[in-house]
């Protein structure tokens, strides 16, 4: 069966640097785009950041410049390169992918970012 598991929270200064990974089996990863999401508390679940399988990548304008995605289609992992980290990026970071046929959506348990001094 499919499964997401991200590592590399924790706690960062301000201005900072954190990698987040997320270890995917149980699908042809490479042929899979992914995302990673993130939700703070009281708020919806934001997209930040999307890697197609050609690897071609998006972020919304919130972290655009700041965070970079990408892929190893060898060790089957999506990293998340997350500098000049604010206190308004602190977040549970989950990884995501889907199918469309069925269409079914598949999650990671996340990992927690903490930005504070």
């Known amino acids: 069966q499919v499964q997401l598991v991200e590592s590399g929270g924790g706690l960062v200064q301000p201005g900072g640097s954190l990698t987040l990974s997320c270890a995917a089996s149980?699908?042809?990863?490479?042929?899979?785009?992914m995302r990673w999401y993130r939700q703070a508390p009281g708020k919806e679940r934001e997209l930040v950041a999307h890697?197609?399988?050609?690897?071609?990548?998006t972020y919304p304008d919130s972290v655009k410049g700041r965070f970079t995605i990408s892929r190893d289609n060898v060790k089957n992992v999506v990293y998340l390169q997350m500098n000049s980290l604010r206190p308004e990026d602190t977040a549970v970071y989950l990884c995501?992918?889907?199918?469309?046929?069925?269409?079914?959506?598949?999650w990671g348990q996340g990992t927690q970012v903490t930005v504070s001094s």
């Open positions: 995501n992918t889907w199918s469309n046929v069925p269409r079914n959506e598949y």
């Open positions: 149980g699908f042809t990863f490479s042929t899979y785009a």
């Open positions: 890697i197609g399988s050609s690897e071609r990548t």
